[in-house]
């Protein structure tokens, strides 16, 4: 089984960065963001594969970066330019099937329990 565990999660003003952080155990296919904002279903954010394939949500293309470190297990996710509507808890996700990478839950077997992201205006 793998364990997922999200950090770097905090209170920011709109316009600045924060980077999150998720440690995983094991091997992992495809990692991905998520995130829940309060009122709304979940979204996905960005997802990467073990190649160094990217894909990102359309509204996050050019503000948010994923990324990994090998050598640490971890999956990071850089959010620049934050906006109120950012406002969410963000959770990481991990699979090591080989599916191909996409920003669809179901796709991902094992979640951390989320950091919360809270933008003020």
């Known amino acids: 089984e793998v364990h997922v565990v999200e950090s770097g999660g905090g209170s920011v003003q709109a316009g600045g960065s924060l980077r999150l952080s998720c440690v995983y155990s094991g091997s992992a296919y495809n990692m991905a963001w998520f995130r829940r904002a309060p009122g709304k279903g979940r979204e996905g954010v960005a997802g990467l594969r073990h190649d160094g394939r990217k894909t990102y949500a359309d509204s996050m293309k050019g503000r948010f970066t994923i990324s990994k470190d090998n050598a640490k297990n971890t999956l990071y996710l850089q959010m620049n330019s934050l906006k109120p509507e950012d406002t969410a808890m963000y959770y990481c996700?991990?699979?090591?099937?080989?599916?191909?990478?996409?920003?669809?839950?179901?796709?991902?077997?094992?979640w951390g329990q989320g950091t919360q992201v809270t933008v003020s205006s």
């Open positions: 996700a991990v699979d090591e099937r080989v599916l191909s990478l996409s920003l669809v839950a179901e796709k991902y077997k094992y």
